[in-house]
């Protein structure tokens, strides 16, 4: 199998563009394994279940949705290997767009992501005691954080948020039996006026945890098993609950908020 190759882009942002090249004998072994594995449960009219010919097979085939599983197959080890060659920390998994895919012609494919911002955290001992005169409540020492620590966030993790957001809005809204826009009109909101203000929020939460993250690490601020587990437990009271949640995935996820939570107390206790 041909190598794919990739090149980068950056932005100053940290948003990371990169583009795949895949040479078409790639693509054509790839597209022979996807149209082999459809084979086998293929119902096609005139051939026993399975036993339908390849070229056949490929006939039923939609050729989106053949491109799709084709790339399926290459894309997570291509993936791999960019992030391995150039080495890359991405903090999301990228967005994909085929840029061309035509027969007897190599592969065009962008993947976009983006590293998380270097924080530079300043004297930021000294911007809280010197609001120690006001006796600023946690909102306001928030504040303070967000006007007094500059960072450039990357579009796509706004994005990404902003989409999440969304999406949970229109599941609640549906659930209610309402539309999008009959629901904004009762706030007074449109469309776009909501997006804007979820990016706004969107791009506060990204730089508060980036900010507290940072204060936890050169705080050698550390939370314990005992602590990530408590918190799991005062979540789920259903003890079959916990189980479900008592993954590595949901305990890193525990530990970050866990961490900031005690970094925003440690900035509390400086007043």
Same mark, same amino acid.
């Not at 053949?66 to 997570?76: A, Q, Y």
């Given at each position: ?11 100053? !942002? ?6 795949? *090249? ?55 080890? =291509?993936?791999? !290997? ?8 991405? =903090? ?54 967000? !006007? ?44 776009? *006026? ?39 437990? =005062? ?29 925003? !107390? ?6």
């Amino acid at each position: 199998m041909d190598k794919i190759r990739s090149v980068i882009a950056k932005s100053d !942002d940290g948003t990371i563009q990169i583009t795949f *090249t895949v040479p078409y004998p790639t693509v054509k072994e790839s597209q022979k394994a996807v149209i082999e594995e459809y084979a086998k449960t293929a119902e096609i009219p005139g051939f026993r279940k399975g036993k339908a010919p390849i070229d056949k097979v490929k006939e039923k085939i939609d050729p989106n949705t053949l491109i799709e599983k084709s790339l399926s197959r290459l894309l997570p080890k =291509a993936l791999a !290997d960019a992030i391995t060659e150039h080495k890359l920390r991405p =903090a999301i998994y990228p967005r994909f767009e085929v840029i061309r895919a035509n027969t007897d012609e190599d592969w065009q494919i962008r993947a976009v992501t983006c590293e998380l911002p270097e924080v530079d955290l300043g004297d930021y001992k000294k911007i809280i005691a010197q609001a120690s005169k006001e006796k600023p409540k946690e909102q306001e020492i928030i504040k303070i954080l967000l !006007d007094s620590i500059k960072i450039d966030v990357p579009k796509i993790l706004i994005d990404e948020e902003v989409n999440s957001k969304l999406a949970n809005l229109l599941a609640r809204i549906e659930k209610l039996g309402l539309t999008l826009e009959g629901y904004l009109s009762s706030l007074g909101k449109n469309p776009e *006026t909501l997006r804007e203000e979820y990016k706004t929020q969107a791009k506060n939460a990204i730089m508060l945890d980036l900010i507290l993250n940072k204060i936890a690490v050169e705080e050698k601020i550390q939370t314990n098993e005992e602590q990530i587990n408590d918190a799991l437990r =005062a979540a789920s009271a259903d003890p079959k609950l916990f189980e479900k949640l008592n993954t590595p995935e949901q305990k890193l996820l525990v530990k970050g908020v866990l961490s900031r939570r005690s970094a925003l !107390d440690y900035l509390v206790s400086l007043i």
